[in-house]
């Protein structure tokens, strides 16, 4: 066996201490941009290079992208132009292509040089080796311009440490692919948080106004049912008295046997209980109109138009679209409901001197319009106030409580228009 002379023995202790060293500060390392600078510095100490670069693979195998350069400062535009070195046969390439360190005692001279770009040192002396993980080179790193050639054991260093670059360079990619997944996952989780902060905002303040509707409604039930009593005794309470009063007149008369004022007294009698026939059908078409269940939903618009606008003074028409049909019970009470509640803000807030309602007859779908030429208003500023809008709210849960959905387009000076769509099931 042969032996070393003590002088190549120190020097080689002092290579592998040295290497050791470096190994560990790279080790040390989990930022991308730190590992190839420190490692391309290292591999130009270790060889006395004078120029070197580290390429990686791009995703798809074709090229390599030079990531880290140490020797010349390239101008602004020199990295942009010409960081891709195509992976076909040529000096640089032949590394990644063969899996195998390549050595040239000059680079100008090599038959496989292709050239080099403009604003590119001369690279005379070369050596190569390649960066893999197993089997697979994922890059290289070369250097060049050492004062002499480069020798068996400068190719064996920059192997021996290239494994453990190539180590450090998967790390940090790792790392750096983990810090990726991190922030994205944290920005997905801080997304996802907002969205639900605001799905529960949104919740609460459904509660609220679902809350205040149903305040509201039993409020207007309340109403109701006082305006009908009111009705019913300043009304029908009245008439019947009256009706009363007469049939006992009748009856005094026939005892006086005064047939013609008792037959005057009885055709009073039948006077006032046809009036009361007639405020009975009143009162029963404020509840529901028995027109929607005979006719159907247009023909019953058509009338509350027609009292609408008697009541009112505004001018208020009936327009349709398509062929009229026959809705079930709840859609058509439902929009008749939506009708009159739009109406009555017209008459109520708008200062309108005319109103239309559009039934639009679609085959999938029944689409509302109520649209008046009165003052219009501030829709946000409306709904953001909370008070004040529950006719508005009304019909929106009305709507949807359909399967349909509700739209009100507009703007102070400008007129409402209130769009309802049902789906036809």
């Known amino acids: 066996m042969l032996q070393q002379s003590p002088a190549a023995f120190s020097e080689q202790t002092e290579r592998l201490h040295a290497l050791y060293a470096l190994a560990v500060e790279l080790s040390a390392l989990r930022d991308l941009p730190a590992v190839l600078d420190t490692a391309l510095s290292h591999c130009l100490e270790l060889t006395e290079s004078r120029f070197g670069f580290i390429g990686l693979n791009t995703a798809h195998d074709n090229a390599m992208d030079v990531v880290a350069i140490r020797g010349f400062h390239p101008a ?36 496989l040089r292709v050239g080099q770009p403009r604003g590119h040192p001369p690279v005379h002396t070369f050596l190569g080796v390649p960066l893999k993980v197993g089997e697979k080179p994922f890059g290289m790193i070369g250097v060049a311009n050492r004062p002499s050639f480069y020798a068996d054991d400068h190719e064996a260093l920059l192997v021996t440490y290239a494994a453990q670059v190539a180590i450090a360079i998967w790390n940090a990619r790792l790392n750096e692919q983990l810090a990726a997944a991190k922030a994205e996952l944290e920005q997905k989780v801080a997304a996802r948080t907002a969205e639900l902060n605001d799905a529960k905002e949104a ?61 005057t ?72 409901r939506i009708t009159q509640e739009a109406l009555q803000n017209v008459s109520a807030h708008s200062g309108a001197q005319q109103a239309r309602v559009w039934l639009n007859f679609e085959l999938q779908c029944l689409i509302l319009q109520v649209l008046d030429d009165g003052c219009g208003f501030d829709l946000a500023a409306v709904q953001h106030n909370g008070h004040g809008h529950f006719g508005l709210l009304s019909m929106r849960e009305r709507a949807e409580s359909l399967g349909g959905k509700l739209l009100i387009k507009t703007q102070p000076k400008q007129g409402t228009e209130v769009q309802v769509w049902i789906p036809i099931v």
């Open 265 to 336: 007294a009885l055709q009073r009698a039948g006077n006032i209980l046809h009036q009361v026939e007639r405020e009975m059908r009143r009162v029963i078409y404020d509840l529901r109109p028995p027109t929607l269940d005979t006719l159907g939903l247009e023909p019953s618009l058509r009338r509350y138009a027609e009292q609408f606008s008697a009541y009112s003074g505004i001018a208020c028409e009936v327009r349709t679209e398509g062929r009229p049909y026959r809705l079930s019970a709840d859609v058509e009470i439902g929009v008749y």
């Open 76 to 111: 602004p535009n020199f990295y942009a132009a010409s960081h891709l070195i195509p992976l076909r046969p040529n000096l640089f390439a032949r590394v990644v292509l063969e899996n195998r360190p390549i050595r040239s005692e000059d680079a100008m001279e090599d038959p």
């Open 203 to 263: 919740l609460a303040q459904k509660a609220e106004q679902l809350q205040r509707l149903l305040a509201e409604t039993v409020n207007v039930q309340e109403r109701e049912r006082q305006r009908i009593a009111q009705d019913l005794h300043d009304g029908l309470n009245q008439l019947l008295i009256g009706a009363m009063l007469e049939l006992k007149s009748g009856r005094e008369r026939l005892r006086q046997a005064d047939a013609p004022a008792a037959e």
